[in-house]
């Protein structure tokens, strides 16, 4: 499996921060770039013939390619549904997400060893990606009262079960 999934050895990130929710179920939180699980964290990866430096890079290069990717704005028009439309968001995010963790080998690691635990994004200014919550805020040991959506750790954690469920 580590063959197949071509991973190099970079040592350079911080883990997330691991709390215990009341329902004793663990949160794995991260918001700095220096954490490999920030989209901002400065990472190399190979995806559709291209290098890249982070998953932001990735993702605004796909958002900027999109108008002049005329199968893929086709298939925008055709969607009249804003959730399908915002689903392609998603998948784009996704695909650079397992081409960021199954191409380094710590990052790999730090993701397979959150477990079953929570994983989310702490952003008070991002409502869809994260949990909504401020990195300090108290309330992020409580899941049932975060603002935002935490799309990222959503993709995150269903990344960690494709790992998972192809190793096993």
Known sequence: MMERLHLKHEQNSLPPEEIIG???QNIFIFNSPRCG??????TTFTLLGRSFNSIEQYFVWQKARFFGDLELAAEVLMLN???????IGTRI???????????NLQL????????????????????HWSN???HKSPCLSDPSIW?????????????RTEINASIF
């Open 81 to 87: 549904n804003p959730v399908a439309i915002k689903r």
């Open 132 to 134: 909504g919550l401020s």
């Open 37 to 42: 699980f920030d989209n901002r964290f400065k």
């Open 108 to 127: 790999f690691n730090q993701l397979r060893a959150t477990g079953d635990g929570l994983i989310t994004h702490a952003s008070a200014y991002n409502l």
């Open 22 to 24: 009341p329902q004793k």
């Open 93 to 103: 995010m996704y695909t650079g997400l397992w081409a960021k963790f199954t191409q």
């Open 147 to 159: 603002e935002g959506e935490n799309k990222l750790g959503e993709l995150m954690m269903e990344l």
